[in-house]
Structures are given as C-alpha cells and as structure tokens.
C-alpha cells in the first residue's frame, strides 16, 4: 500500500514538472519580439556643387543619416562643425562632405590624385619653421613661392677684358664676390594640397618604456620640416627640381601665404646686390683710410 503511494506522487510530480516546462514553452512563443530599428548615423550632404577652393560653410549642406556602412570619409555630424574651409576637391550636390574634403580627417585617407584638375600635377618642396611661414600653410590655402641661391660672380681675365670681337674671352672669379647671393619669386598662387610633417620622433620607444609607476619624462621631438605638396604643371616641376639641387643654402624655397580669393600676379624683378643699392638705396660702405703718423726720428 505504501509503495503504490509513493509511486502515485512520483507520478504526480513529474506531471507537474512536465506541466511546467510546457507553460514556459508555450509563453516563450506568445511572446512579441520588439523589432530592433536599424541604426543609422548623421552626415552632411553637400545642396549645392561645390568646386575646388569654394569654402564650405554650413548654408551649402544639410543633415542627412545613412547607414554606418555608407558613410564616406571621416564624417561630419552637425553643420556648426564646418569653419569655411575651401573644398580640396569637388564635391557634388547630393554627395557626403567629409573631412578630408576640406583637409581634416586622418591623412592617410587623404586623396591627392582628386584634388587635381586636368593638366594640373603635384609637386613637393620641403621648408623649416622659418620658409615654411611657421608651418601655418594648410591645405586649400594659396603659395608663391620665392628661391634664393648663391652665384659664383665672374669678370673677365686681365689678358681678355679687351677683347676684340669675335675673339674668346676668358672669365674668372672676382675676389670677395665668390658666393652673390640672388632672389627671386619663381611661381604664384599655387594651391596647396598637403603639408606633412617629417622628421617627428616617437614619443616612446619601445625598447625604452619606462616600467610600471615610473613617469615618462620624454618630451615630443620638435618637427624640423614640413613637406608641402601643391598643384602645378611640368614646367613649374622642373623650375621646383632645378632649387633643389642646391643643397648649399638651408632652405633655398619659401613658401609666401596668400589671402583668400587673391589670384594676382605680380611681375618682380628678383634681387640682387646690385638692384637693392640700386632700386631700394642700400648704401655702400667707404672705405676708411687711417693714415699713422710719422714716426720722428731720433736725434
């Protein structure tokens, strides 16, 4: 009698047991799922074509969100974030404007090859803190570009400066004028598309980090020189090429900022020694003759 019992209320708990899992099975499906919404982020889309150095202020785009996969570039995500920087490129009415498109964003997402027009090349020169106007030159921003350089001055020999003519002459160095420095402006309002800084050491080396609860008293290594890569033809290539075969000036190029919209050409005549006594009135030092007195002689 005890044993049926037993078995009676083994029975009955795995009923209930059963029971249980099968409430919890038939909740589960009754369940509504609450849909995910799909996830979208803010970008600004250009209204209006936009060309090449046009500034790119908030009036000329609108918020638009898109998928995350279908952002272009390092995005904006508010118009009060653009600062009238000109477009490095062309952008389209309708298309995304991104960072690097007015020179922010990594670099390494920056896009040299859009930034030229047809016909147009890019062209490096290196400058220091000094020809490089402070390394305040920003991609979008207007150079001229000034060279100087040192040439040998030469007269003609003793024995040829009557030559007749017809006859060869023969030249030599003038003495005290061996290294005539000359400047002159080589290219105008060339834009710039990349400044990259070069020479920047790491912070931390990695065979030198400091072990654990020790500060790390290095210092960032100051940038010595900047790259600057602007659009120009062949024929500005070359005159670039030809300055920077003379490695005996630091810096023989300097790059000259321009303001914005400024596109005149000015004709300069370049400077010499001769055209700043000339032209500006650098006077010329005399030469100061001291005459000793005559020694008295003895009697």
Partial sequence: MKRSNRLVILVGVLLAVLAFVGIVILLGQNTTSTPVEARTVKVLVATENIDIGDPVTPDVVEVKE?????????????????????ALYPILAGSQVSQESVGLGPRANICITCQLQPGERAIAFQVDRVTGIDFLVQPGDHIDIVYRTEIQVLQPTADTVDASPGEQQRFEPVTGLEAAPTVKTLLQNKRVLYVSATRIKSLVDASATPSPGQANTQTPAAIETVIVIFAGTDADAE??????????????LTALLRSAGDDVIEETTGVTLKILVETFGIPIPDIIQVVLPTATPAP
Wanted: aromatic content about 6%; cysteine-free.
């Fill in 66 to 86: 898109v998928d995350p996969e279908a952002v272009t570039g390092t995005r904006f995500s508010d118009p009060s974030q653009l600062t009238g920087s000109p």
């Fill in 239 to 252: 005159a670039i090429k030809f300055a920077q075969t003379d490695q005996s000036i630091i810096g023989p």
